[in-house]
Every structure is written in C-alpha cells, then in structure tokens.
C-alpha cells in the first residue's frame, strides 16, 4: 500500500496535478457564458480532451527543459517551479514522460473527434490541432516557444482565449466571440502571471540553457513591475466584464485580493535571487488565481 501510495503521489507530482484548476475554470466559465441549457455530454467530452491535454502540455515541458539542460542547472524540487525534478531523482526516465504525454494527447484527440462527430463539424479538430501544436511548441522543438520569448504569450492564449472561447463554441456554435474573448482576459492574464512568477526563481539557469522569457527582458530585479501589471490587469478585466453585464456585481470581491498581489509583489521585488523565499510569492499567485476563477466560474454557473 505505502509502495502504490509513493507511485501515486509521484505521478502527482510528475503531471502537476494541483494546476489542473487553471484550465478547467476557464473551460467552465466559456460553458456557462450566457444562460441557458448545457449540453451535458458535450461538455464532460470537452473537459476530457482539456485536462488530458494540460496534463500532457505538462508532461513535454519538463521533458523538453530536461532535454535542453535547463532542469539540470538546480536539482532541487520546490513544488511550484523548476519542474517536476523526478527526471534529475531518476525516478521516472525522460522517456516515460514523452510516452505517458503521447497518451494523454491520444486520449484529447478521441475525445475531440467524438466531439466533432456530434456536434457535426469538423472544424473543432482543425482547431484542436492548432492547440495541441502550440502547446507541443511550447517548449519542444523547433519552434519551442518558452525559448524565444513567446512562452508568455502561449500560455495567455492557451488559457485564456482557447479555453473561454473554446467552451463557449461547443455549447453555442459561435466562433469567434468578443463576448468570450473578453471574458478570457482575466483568465489569461492570472495564468501568465503564475507562469511569470515562476520564471523569476528558474531566472539564472533558463539563461545558461538559452531559454529567454520576459524576465530576461525586464531584469530580475525589475520582474515585480511586469507581475504588478499582469495581475492588476487581471483585476481591470474583471470590472470591465462587470461593466459589460458578463459578470455580476458580486465579482467585484475579487479586488479584495489586491493585498495579496500587492504581498507578492513585495516578496518578487526583495527576494528575486532567493528561490526559497519565492515560493511564498508562487503560493500567493496561484491562490489568487484559484479564487478570482472559482468567484468567476461560480457567478456564472449560478
């Protein structure tokens, strides 16, 4: 028992299990955009192919990082950042983590063409495709997008965007909508923020991999300016899809976590060369995110 209980809390760790939050709440806010009756077996295919393919993404990413050495620089496992580190503890094998991410990508696509055959279109697998390649893209050959500052921008389309609009489509048929896309920033711009946070810890050894983020771009010592705007640019969202009649009244106690961004940012602007004292700013990220998608998901749903 103690033995499948390491096996399993390994995997966990491996698929980055605790942020599978950050894809399937932006997913639920899409689907429950406007009122209405909800497609019950559209949905749960959709989700299937949403959570098999974040879980995927994230398999490849840290075989990728392995790949490039940037895993290699700092051995240690911190939760948040620097990756699973299960390769470098030679727990599980490089190759492993490519075959299990292969699955998880076959599993999406069945789910994803059950999905076009009822909804009798086949447009869904063309844009499907288009996701997977960005999320493969991400940080794999030979686009590996993380590498050449663009990482940043993926993942605010992916999780943001793709995932509100996308929703949004499998219930109503409309593709494209500003009424989603709006909806999507806040997402969007959170799950960058998490990733932007993270970046700041894996700062030194992404430079001696050649893998160039934003924080390259502003300095280290400057990355609290950049995470101040992605957050509170967030918040901005949040009031404007409250002022567009989106989201009621009752999202506004997401600007109750003002303080907390505010903390995190403290802690990003004092702490930027020490990693133990980051993970508290990661915690708060993540915290904040959890919270404003779950405030926005339920408003919806309810």
Same mark, same amino acid.
């Given at each position: ?9 390994? !995997?966990? /760790?491996?698929? /980055? ?20 009756? &909800? ?27 392995? $790949? ?11 939760? #948040? ?16 983590? #490519?075959? &299990? ?16 055959? &009822? *909804? ?23 686009? /590996? ?17 793709? *995932? ?7 219930? /109503?048929? &409309? ?28 700062? $030194? ?8 983020? !934003? ?48 903390? =995190? ?9 020490? $990693? ?20 926005? =998901? ?5």
């Amino acid at each position: 028992m103690k033995n499948e209980m390491t096996k399993l809390s390994c !995997w966990i /760790r491996a698929l /980055r299990l605790p942020f599978i939050t950050a894809s399937i709440l932006p997913f639920i806010a899409g689907t429950f955009l406007f009122k209405g009756s &909800v497609c019950f077996l559209t949905f749960s295919t959709g989700l299937i192919s949403v959570i098999a393919t974040h879980l995927g993404a994230n398999l490849i990413n840290d075989y990728a990082d392995s $790949k490039s050495g940037a895993d290699w620089h700092d051995k240690k496992f911190y939760g #948040l950042f620097g990756g699973s580190k299960l390769i470098q503890e030679g727990v599980l094998s490089e190759k492993t983590y #490519l075959l &299990v991410a292969v699955i998880l990508f076959l599993i999406a696509f069945v789910a994803v063409f059950f999905l076009s055959y &009822v *909804l009798h279109t086949i447009s869904v697998i063309g844009f499907y495709l288009l996701i997977l390649i960005m999320g493969v893209a991400y940080s794999q050959g030979p686009l /590996r997008f993380s590498y050449r500052y663009l990482g940043e921008v993926v993942i605010f389309i992916l999780f943001g965007p793709a *995932l509100v609009m996308g929703g949004y489509f499998i219930q /109503r048929h &409309v593709f494209p909508s500003t009424d989603a896309f709006i909806l999507s920033l806040p997402f969007g711009l959170l799950t960058t923020a998490i990733l932007f946070a993270n970046e700041v810890p894996d700062y $030194k050894g992404d430079l001696r991999a050649k893998k160039f983020t !934003w924080v390259k771009l502003v300095g280290a010592d400057r990355a609290y300016l950049m995470y101040y705007f992605l957050m509170f640019a967030a918040i901005a969202a949040i009031v404007l899809n409250i002022r567009l009649g989106a989201l009621s009244w009752l999202c506004l106690i997401s600007l109750a976590c003002s303080h907390l961004i505010i903390k =995190a940012g403290a802690i990003l602007k004092t702490h930027y060369n020490d $990693k133990s004292k980051l993970v508290e700013a990661s915690k708060l990220t993540i915290f904040v995110q959890t919270l404003i998608g779950l405030l926005v =998901a339920l408003d919806l749903i309810l």
